[in-house]
């Protein structure tokens, strides 16, 4: 891996994995920081459908809506690694991730052979 | 025992390819123009081939599926605009297919329709529900093999088979070209459909490929999707040859199953009608899928048979949702045959929204590393997407100016 990474192209619109290779969510966006005249530097990954109108326009405020709303940041320093898909040091409940199937879950499960 | 595998994969994948849409559009083809289009079945078969190897190929190396490159290569906002037309378009289709399902149990059995859209249903999100994706795409795949009868009532209808031949040059003996373009446009959409993709490399993902499996990829679509396109031959022409000049337009599934009674009697018509039904259940299923697919994908949302239902919550339910709907829709009497038209003509619409990202990211090295496009796959790519743009443009002016094929 080089050490140079281009952004928008490699790390916007790509797969979380957790720890456990779980997939939890997109990289919606970034968040970056610096002063006028400082190096710009990328403080966290931000994910979910409050970023959404930012992207998408009229569409994506549609589509935040249709979501529920709801954006997680994940600072930059939990990233293990990023490949074709960006690679977190922590399980996604730890970073707030994937609670949209952490809910939904229980419900599903109820179903007879659902663990099939 | 691997290559036993490679045949059942095959096998699988020929009862696969061909579905409601190849079904409507082979035969009437057949039925209007003769044998002169199969030139244009080829066409769209090694389209379908030269995809699917594609996005098979960026499955095993990345592990990602074909809505994990439209996000990533058309950005959030064109993604979502691909989404949305996909999910048009797949729900349309899942429709079809189920209302073909339940006209095929009703020829079977007799029994009411809207009775058997019900049955129907319940015994797809069964199957569903307990069975595992091997078994999946083998159970109907297998069935779908069926179809073969109408490779031995093609031949039995002692066609005339220099103007077979003849139909394999690209030429047009018409009065009405617009109805042939227009034709021409529906073959080819049902050939490359984009489900077939989100699927195929979603089915990749599932059957966990690797590296390794590349030449298991290369197989399945070349040896498969090509034994499905003889198929698609077949098809056109048992249309030609039975319903050609005379005046009989197979409007119904039912006459398609006639193409192989006339000649073969009883049995031809049940195995045409099991392997229909076969078809159109394991294209039902595909799509039903591929619509969970497509929105999980393109969100980052867990997804995938292989995680069980509890491993991929929302996954889940969308499917859940997308059969529902369908079921609804199958239940306001909407005409099968007539939906799968539309499908076909608004899925060449929105095919470039695929294929172009398909392309892109089998050419990226940083992901492929020595496994990104070669020569041949970029030049046959690059072929395809003048094709498949050429299409879009034209679909839906033909759709109005033949008045949907009825000229």
């Known amino acids: 891996m080089s050490d140079s990474i281009d952004l928008g192209l490699r790390v916007v619109d790509r797969q979380l994995l957790d720890s456990d290779e779980r997939r939890c969510g997109k990289v919606d966006d970034l968040a970056l920081e610096g002063g006028p005249g400082e190096e710009l530097r990328v403080a966290a990954i931000l994910s979910g459908p409050d970023v959404w109108p930012n992207r998408g326009g009229l569409l994506g405020r549609l589509a935040a809506w249709i979501g529920g709303g709801g954006r997680v940041r994940v600072p930059w320093n939990e990233v293990a690694k990023v490949d074709v898909q960006v690679r977190l040091k922590k399980r996604a409940p730890e970073l707030g991730l994937g609670r949209g199937d952490d809910r939904l879950r229980p419900l599903i499960a109820k179903i007879p052979d659902a663990d099939r | ?407």
């Open chain 2, 1 to 407: 025992m691997k290559i036993f595998q490679v045949a059942l994969g095959i096998l699988a994948a020929i009862g696969g390819f061909v579905d409601i849409g190849d079904l409507v559009f082979n035969v009437s083809a057949g039925a209007t123009f003769g044998y002169q289009l199969l030139w244009v079945v080829v066409i769209g078969v090694v389209g379908i081939i030269v995809y699917s190897e594609m996005c098979g190929r960026v499955a095993a190396v990345s592990g990602k599926a074909v809505f994990d490159a439209v996000r990533e290569r058309l950005g959030f906002r064109t993604g979502l605009v691909a989404l949305l037309s996909a999910q048009v378009v797949n729900l349309m289709t899942l429709t079809a297919e189920i209302g073909g399902v339940a006209i095929c149990l009703q020829l079977l059995s007799g029994l009411p329709y809207r009775w058997l859209i019900l049955i129907a249903g319940i015994v797809l999100a069964v199957v569903v529900w307990v069975t595992s994706f091997d078994w999946i795409e083998r159970i109907f795949g297998y069935g779908g093999l069926c179809l073969l009868v109408f490779a031995v009532a093609a031949a039995k209808l002692h066609p005339v088979w220099s103007a077979v031949g003849h139909g394999f040059v690209p030429h047009m003996q018409t009065q009405s070209p617009l109805l042939y373009a227009y034709f021409a446009i529906g073959l080819l959409g049902a050939a490359m459909t984009p489900y077939e993709v989100y699927f195929y490399s979603s089915g990749g993902v599932e059957e966990r490929w690797s590296p390794k499996d590349l030449g298991l990829n290369k197989a399945n679509a070349i040896i498969g999707y090509g034994l499905g396109g003889f198929l698609s031959f077949s098809l056109m022409i048992v249309g030609g040859s039975l319903f050609l000049d005379k005046g009989i337009e197979p409007e119904f599934l039912g006459s398609i199953a006639l193409g192989a009674e006339v000649p073969l009697g009883q049995i031809g018509l049940l195995l045409a009608l099991v392997g229909i039904l076969f078809a159109v259940s394991g294209a039902a299923i595909d799509t039903l899928f591929s619509g969970a697919y497509s929105l999980a994908q393109f969100l980052g949302w867990e997804w995938g048979r292989y995680r069980a239902q509890t491993g991929a919550p929302r996954f889940t339910l969308t499917w859940g949702v997308l059969l529902v709907l369908a079921l609804g829709a199958v239940m306001t009497g909407v005409d099968p045959v007539m939906l799968t038209e539309y499908a076909v003509i608004f899925s060449a619409v929105a095919l470039p929204l695929t294929y172009i990202p398909i392309l892109l990211v089998a050419n990226d090295r940083s992901y492929m590393r020595e496994y990104a496009n070669g020569r041949l796959a970029n030049v046959l790519g690059l072929i395809y997407l003048a094709v498949i743009v050429v299409i879009s443009l034209s679909a839906v002016p033909l759709l109005i100016l033949t008045n949907v094929g009825q000229n």
